[in-house]
């Protein structure tokens, strides 16, 4: 019966066109999520670029695609769960994309010093002053422990996922994620009868890398190989100095930086390399100063190295490295300062006092924010904690109390679902227009029901944690006039009385991301306790440029964007704070203050150089 009955099951097939709007391309990382992400449908799912069809649970032959920005692919879903598949896959790349920043260029400046220099690009700050080294790999055969190939593969998969886990909220993590897809493609899952073969298949992929935008994934490869051979007996390690030196090397593969951590090294110099590989990913993470150079190069007893202009000096003058080590003081310092003064008040040089808090996703990233020195948290974006399965009431209330007990003030943005972030589990129409359609408060007005079990468990936790000092926000998303926010706040209102709780303390807000709601600030005075202003959103509506558009960009900074948050800021007699990314730009960060806005709410990893930066100010 079951089998006749999966014969008939019906078998869907949805299409829809993303496009790669990231100018990183659609590149290892963000394939790795993707693919891990479509191995959680049962339909068959694949991606079409070109006439050329590839699974999407394969991550080389997607890379063998080289899709690069303004470039679409077809998403295929066949199966039964091909609707929930297709909708989920669709926000979940969409996101991917706005994520995936542009690698960040350092500005390099001209440095006057006195002996010869080579000049490179800087790819992670700082000032090295040591012996530059060239530092080989060392190989040892030891066969003893040694396992088969087919047996390391699958250990060198398990370390992955493990470190995976282990550095979830870190930027390595989805290296770790890549390498690990990777190793679960088709050309690992067959029967190598020796290191030879092994080495074969790899060289075939790296072959059809060269030449193409994503040759600097050819170290991922040879990473990967060389993790698997450890396992087989034959170790290749970097013969590491116990002094403290700078690298020069020809190629490093990303396993092999964690290791540079525990030497005393100083710095850096990549003969080969790119801003964008993995090792450089990693190498900004363990805030090794870093200089990649096309120009020969060999060792030398003394070298500096000075990220500020790119130059590596090779036996500097006396003059030089008086100049390179009072340079290097000064980094240190600051940096020092910023990470020590993360936890004190931050006022500007007038006396100023402004509050910096943290935009986050979920309890993980509230402890994260805690340690950076988050005076609160300015938006929890609630959505994050739905997104894999709806959330029970007590599950809820769980993560809103965790959170809650590690600040004085919270803020959780009701879910703002809509857009492109679809929930899997909720029906949303399909909309030619989605950014224009059933967003944030729409949809929660339509779906009532989430928004009652999100409010009772956001008062649930207060309760629980019953403390009066502390403050807990609730806003609103996407507010566009005064009546759909009454309509919330009598939703919150019946469910505290349903459930006999206590809400006088709580704080009602929106997010002030509609451009209507700037022409109905005296009315909206009369209602809300608080605005934040969504500046990602702002800015998308004053331009009517989509926020995930593929070539074309609104530019935050612009004057016009600045008159909005002039015009409000003048207009509102309510505390009002800022929490798009504007709010973390450093060239934002005067004029806004200089507008009068006294709270910013910035990604965590942003919070100590932005306090800095204020004092300053
Ligand atoms: C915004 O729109 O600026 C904002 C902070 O919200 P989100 O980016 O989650 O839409
Ligand atoms: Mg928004």
Redesign the pocket.
């Known amino acids: 019966m079951n089998f006749l009955k999966s014969i008939f099951k019906k078998q869907k097939t949805i299409k829809s066109t993303l496009t790669i709007s990231s100018a990183n391309g659609f590149h290892l990382r963000p394939i790795a999520k993707f693919a891990n992400e479509a191995k959680k449908f049962n339909s068959t799912i694949t991606i079409i670029s070109y006439e050329q069809e590839v699974a999407a649970t394969q991550v080389p032959k997607i890379i063998s695609l080289s899709l690069t920005k303004g470039e679409s692919f077809t998403l295929k879903c066949v199966g039964e769960d091909a609707e929930e598949a297709s909708r989920h896959l669709t926000s979940f790349f969409k996101e991917l994309m706005e994520n995936d920043k542009e690698i960040e260029t350092l500005t390099q400046i001209d440095e006057s010093y006195e002996s010869p220099t080579l000049n490179g690009i800087s790819i992670v700050p700082g000032i090295a002053i040591a012996p530059l080294v060239y530092c080989k790999t060392v190989e040892n055969i030891d066969t003893q422990k040694a396992l088969s190939i087919n047996d390391s593969i699958k250990l060198v998969k398990k370390e992955l996922e493990e470190l995976y886990t282990k550095n979830k909220s870190n930027s390595e993590a989805d290296i770790y994620l890549a390498h690990k897809e990777l190793l679960s493609s088709d050309i690992f899952q067959q029967d190598f009868k020796d290191v030879e073969e092994l080495k074969e298949t790899i060289d075939k992929e790296i072959e059809t890398l060269k030449g193409t935008k994503f040759e600097s994934r050819i170290d991922d490869y040879k990473d990967i190989l060389q993790q698997i051979l450890t396992h087989t007996g034959i170790t290749s390690t970097l013969k590491l100095p116990d002094t403290p030196y700078i690298l020069l090397v020809d190629n490093l593969l990303p396993s092999d930086v964690p290791k540079l951590v525990d030497s005393p090294i100083q710095g850096v110099v990549l003969k080969h390399g790119s801003p964008t590989s993995h090792a450089s990913i990693l190498l900004r993470s363990f805030a090794i100063p870093t200089v990649i150079i096309d120009d020969y190069i060999d060792e030398t007893d003394k070298a500096i190295l000075d990220t500020s202009s790119g130059d590596i000096l090779i036996s500097p003058t006396k003059t030089d490295i008086d100049k390179a080590y009072e340079k290097q003081k000064l980094f240190q310092e600051k940096k020092a300062q910023n990470y020590k003064n993360r936890f004190n008040s931050t006022e500007t040089l007038r006396g100023k006092s402004i509050k910096v808090l943290a935009?986050i996703g979920d309890v993980q990233s509230a402890k994260e924010a805690k340690e950076l020195g988050a005076d609160g948290i300015g938006?929890l974006?609630s959505e994050f904690l739905f997104m894999e399965k709806k959330p029970t009431v007590k599950e809820q209330t769980n993560a809103y109390r965790e959170i809650f007990e590690l600040f004085d003030e919270l803020t959780i943005?009701a879910l703002?679902i809509g857009g492109d972030k679809p929930l899997p589990y909720a029906h949303i129409e399909k909309e030619q227009n989605p950014f224009l359609g059933i967003r944030g408060i729409r949809f929660l007005l339509l779906e009532k029901n989430l928004l009652e079990e999100q409010l009772l468990a956001i008062f649930k936790a207060v309760e629980e944690v019953n403390d009066k000092n502390k403050t807990m926000k609730v806003m609103f998303?996407m507010v566009s006039n005064c009546d759909e926010f009454i309509e919330a706040k009598k939703i919150a209102i019946d469910i505290a009385i349903k459930h006999n709780i206590d809400i006088s303390n709580i704080e009602f807000g929106i997010?002030l991301?509609v451009p209507s709601v700037i022409f109905a600030i005296h009315e909206f005075d009369q209602l809300v306790d608080f605005y934040s202003?969504?500046?990602?959103?702002?800015t998308q509506y004053l331009f009517a440029i989509e926020r995930t558009h593929a070539s074309l960009q609104a530019d935050a900074l612009s004057p016009m964007v600045m008159n909005a948050l002039k015009l409000i800021i003048k207009t509102t007699k309510k505390p009002i704070s800022i929490?798009?990314?504007l709010a973390g730009l450093g060239a934002a960060t005067e004029t806004l203050i200089n507008l009068g806005y006294d709270t910013l709410s910035v990604s965590a990893k942003l919070i100590p150089s932005l306090k800095e930066r204020i004092r300053n100010v």
Do not use: A, K, S, V
């Open positions: 935009n938006l974006r943005r703002d998303p997010m991301e202003i969504g500046t990602n959103d702002l929490c798009g990314e």
